[in-house]
Nanobody, 125 residues
Framework: QVQLVESGGGLVQAGGSLRLSCTAS????????MGWFRQAPGKEREFVSA???????YYADSVKGRFTISRDNAKNTVYLQMNSLKPEDTAVYYC???????????????????WGQGTQVTVSS
């Protein structure tokens, strides 16, 4: 059974940084693609970033240049380093796992079969 557990969320001032972690069990992350999504109150869940099994990375325009996704195969963990945080980055952040091979699928919620429980990120102004 696949389980994804996120950690690292919290409260930070605008301009600060946080690193989110997503540790998997039941699957080897080096053989799949992983994504990060977020959902702010009253809004739909949206794509943030993804990393393919070949470690190609993808970002939403809103976070490009500020967020970095990476993977540690030895720890079976994916990270999302978030710098220069803005109040509009406030949301619950979710990691998710997909067996999709094409990058065009990585931004789609429906491509992901497994989801973590989410971790709250709050950025104060």
């Amino acid at each position: 059974q696949v389980q994804l557990v996120e950690s690292g969320g919290g409260l930070v001032q605008a301009g600060g940084s946080l690193r989110l972690s997503c540790t998997a069990s039941g699957r080897t992350l080096s053989s799949v693609a992983m994504g990060w999504f977020r959902q702010a109150p009253g809004k739909e869940r949206e794509f943030v970033s993804a990393i393919s099994r070949y470690e190609n990375t993808y970002y939403a325009d809103s976070v490009k240049g500020r967020f970095t996704i990476s993977r540690d195969n030895a720890k079976n963990t994916v990270y999302l380093q978030m710098n220069s945080l803005k109040p509009e980055d406030t949301a619950v952040y979710y990691c998710a796992l997909t067996d999709a091979r094409l990058a065009s699928y990585y931004t789609r919620l429906g491509s992901y079969a497994y989801w973590g429980q989410g971790t709250q990120v709050t950025v104060s102004s």
